[in-house]
Structures are given as C-alpha cells and as structure tokens.
C-alpha cells in the first residue's frame, strides 16, 4: 500500500475517533503502586467449568492482596460457540461459590465500572478504530482472499515441507497488494478480512518471563494473524489485546494452553504501541482416567464434577470448595491453614510464584475430606438452615420434612458435633438426609443385618430385656448403666478389656449389646450418640422398632 490514509479511510469511512480519544476515555487507573490488575474472561458457550473458577479465584487473589482490581470481561465475539444467556450461567456459578468480581458484567445486560462496555460485543468501534491506525501506519491490510485460496495455501505449504504453516511471508498473497487493487477489490465488493503485517523473523526467538514458569522462550511471531473478520467485528487476539490495554490491566493470568499464542499477542502489543502486561499462564484441571490410569483435562463431556454447578446441585458448601482449590492453587496453603485454623482463606499470601507449572491433579475424596471437616465446625443451626436451603430447591419433599420437625432436626444435627474431635461423616448438606433418615418415619428403612458373632436368638432376647427397662428420660449416664446391667444375663461382658484378655468366655462385650440396639431403632451398625438418638426418636417409636426388630429375629 502506497498510501496507507486513503486506504484507512476506504476501509473505515465510518470510524472518526483515534486511538488518543480512547486514551483519554480510559485513562491509567488511580490505584496503590503495586497493585494489580486482572481480570477474568470467560466466552458466553455454556456453565462455569471448575477450571474457570481455578482461574478466577487466581485472578481474585492477585488483585486482593495488592490493593488491585479484578474485572469480569465476557468475550462473545464468537457468535457461533455461544449460547442463549450464557452469562447469567458464568455468573450464577460465581454467586454461588462467593467471588465477587469488583467490575464488569453483573448480570444480563448490566454491568458496573469505568471502564466499560465489559462485552466485547459492545466495544467494536474501538476495535476499529485501533484497526484503522494500524492500516495508517502501514502495519495492517486487508486481505480477499477465499476459503478455497486459503486451503490452497495450505497445500502448499504442506507439498512444501513448510514448518511453519499459515498466511506470511512468500505464502501471504494480499500482503503487497496496489492502492488500486486493493480499491478495485472493494468496488466489486469482494469480502475481506483484515490482517496483521507481522515484522517478525523466523529465525529469532524472544524470552518472556512467565510469573508461574519462569523465563519461557519461543519463535518470534510471522504470521499475519486476522485482526478483523468479514463482518468487523474482531478475533479474540486482537480483541483481547485492545480490551487489556484500555482496561489497564497489569497482569493476564490464563491457562497454559495459550502459551503457544503469547508471542503473536505481544507482537501485537507492541505494534499498536501499547505496553506489555505481565503473563502467568496457569495448569490444567487435571484428574485420573478411571479406565487407564493416566492424566487427563478435566472434561465438561465426561465428568460431571467439571461444572462448577455440580457441588451446588450436590449441597457441598461453598466454602468446601474453595478452600480446595487453594490447596491446588499454592503448595504451601495446607500448610498455611494448619497454622491458622480459623483464618480467612482470602487472606492467605497467594503468590503466582508458588503455582505448580505442571497439571492441576482433581480429587474428589480430598475435596470430601476438606468438606466434611468445613461442614463439621458448623454450628447444628447452620447447618440445617443451609440443608434446608439446598433441599428447598433440589428436594421439595424433604425441604417439608425438615420444616415440619425443626427441632428433631436441629437436635439430630447437634448429635456429636462441637468439641475437639467432631464427628466428619457429612461432605454435603444433600447427605444429611440419607445420613439421618432413620429419625423420619417417612424415609426409615430396615435393615437387620447383624455382626457375624451375634446370633439373632440373643439379640431377640437383648431386645426384649432393652425394652422392659428403656426410658425416654434416661440421661447418657442412666442408659449406659441399663445397657451394662444387660450383659451378664446375656452371655456378654460390661468389660471391653476384659473380653478381649479372654473372647472365648463370652458372647461379645457392651460394645456388641447396644450394637443390636442401634440396629434394631436404625437400620446402622455405626450412627452418632445412641442414647441422644433414641430421646430423639421418642418412647413410642424406640418401644416399636425394638418389637419390630426382636419378632424379626424371632422369626
């Protein structure tokens, strides 16, 4: 192109603003030195994936402890990919597990900050604009070339042996093309994109100093990327280089499979004169293959634990998740969190410095163990009022079970929870209701299945003999003392160390007699304190299930 203005204004006759009225539109951000910028920008095609909410809980903490800001950029330039309000998807997953984003999109249509529109759908006239600039300075063009010419192109390249394959250099046919071809084009009405006039050398390399891995050096970049499509609206390099630069951010934190682009985003950067924000390219959500063993990308196909709406739906508690994916996002958070057990998990010191460079390992049994010791330092108020929660919006039934016997819930809730050593055996409020169904006569199901060394003709008669001494009122200290006094008659000791000096003298030990008990009231041979259980329960249900149980047994 000979002269780049004419051409500029050939291609953007509508565009009348400059990259400098956007300058002063978004000016440098007035924040503390040091502090952060990030943001986290997801495309509008489907839930929160577990990986999104990894990458974003990086951005929050970055921005968080230096006084920073993290924004929430929705990128919908890819109209095909995306689905009918896929942001309200993204932000729902968001609410949900309490990252609270501190501009942009907030909903569907709205959105709060300075330095919007935060949808890049609504920000093309500066996309243009930046276009029309880098055509004036000669270091963009447009390019005519068909689907069919393109996949031509690749032939070649490939009967070429080429080891760089895309549109440069020799293979880049529009890259020289006249004003006057360039007008003719645009008279007949030929569709064009425009492309990137890369300076790059493919025989240099750069270095980029990634803040996770470290210094990181790949090829300079030759290709001449698409900046804008047929229709003007542009590809996520080009967008996502305008949109970081205008909304000031200092630090772009993405996963690692866009290393491989880093050095066309930087060419870019540069060549629209903007300055290069800081990388961290973070690892994958790996888990364990079930079928081979090896690692894999946690998959929104197969796994259902790769949306972030699957723990919602299950009941795990917010926190229970996000206190696990900091133990994936710094080795030394466990550590941390031993150290101080009650502390704000968004005031731990998050370094990017400490991030694994390799995969992301999921586990489902830690994220359990983390949520059942979460749920076990709960008040028992808290957590009904949280299973009510859940089951009022995935479990309609039991939501009314609940509500109708508050107070047996409440105490069921309180069974074994306080103190040093509280029981874990909930990893999420959906378990509560299998976990207590016995207290309900609407979810209880028998199960009489003994301990090999009881015979049933002795629980029969343990049963029988419980019953004509039980007493609803009967403190922990009176009911253990009547659990005891059973044994002798029974062929059983009171004495567990005694039993085991001498097993063959005895049936079993106290241990084995209010096992048959809890059987009998529970259909469990482990449940938490029996004697609270069967005050709970009440003398007229407790007086049936032992009946129940010892005619079973009978039988």
Known sequence: MENTQKIADLLFPHIQKTPADFEAMYPPRNLPEGARVTRFAPSPTGYLHVGGLFGALTDYMVAR??????????????????????????????????????EGVTGFGTESGAYGPYTQSKRVELYQTIAKDLVVRGLAYPCFCTADELAALRDKQEKDGALIRGYFGKYAKCRDLTDAEIEENIKCGKPYVLRFRSDGDENKRIMVEDMVRGKIEMPENIIDEVLLKSDGVPTYHFAHVCDDHFMRTTHIIRGEEWIPSTAKHIALFK?????VPKYAHTPQVLKIDEQDGTKRKLSKRKDPEAAVSYFAENGYPKEALLEYLMTLLNSNFEDWRRANPEADIFTFPFNLKKMSASGALFDMAKLRD????????????EVYTRALAWAEEYDAVYAEILKTNREKAVGMLSLDRGGKKPRKDIAA??????????????????????????????????????????????????????????CAPNGFTPNVKEYKANPEAFKGHVG?????????????QNTPDLCTILQLLGEETVQARLADAAAFYQA
């Open 370 to 381: 983390i949520s059942k010791t979460v749920i076990s330092k709960m008040i028992a108020e």
């Open 429 to 486: 409020f959906s378990e509560v209701k299998g976990y207590f169904s016995y207290m309900y006569p609407e979810l209880y199901q028998k199960d009489y299945t003994l301990p090999e060394n009881i015979a049933k003709a002795d629980a029969a008669k343990i049963l029988k003999d419980y019953a004509s001494v039980y007493s609803a009122s009967d403190d922990k200290d009176a009911w253990f003392e009547k659990i005891k006094a059973l």
């Open 65 to 102: 402890l230096s006084n920073g800001v993290t924004y929430l950029r929705i990128e919908d330039t890819d109209k095909k990919r995306e689905i009918e309000d896929g942001v309200s998807a993204i932000l729902e997953g968001f609410q949900t597990f309490g990252i609270a984003f501190d």
């Open 512 to 524: 084995d007699v209010s096992t048959v008990i809890r059987i009998a009231v529970t259909g469990r």
């Open 271 to 275: 060549a629209c004169g903007f300055r």
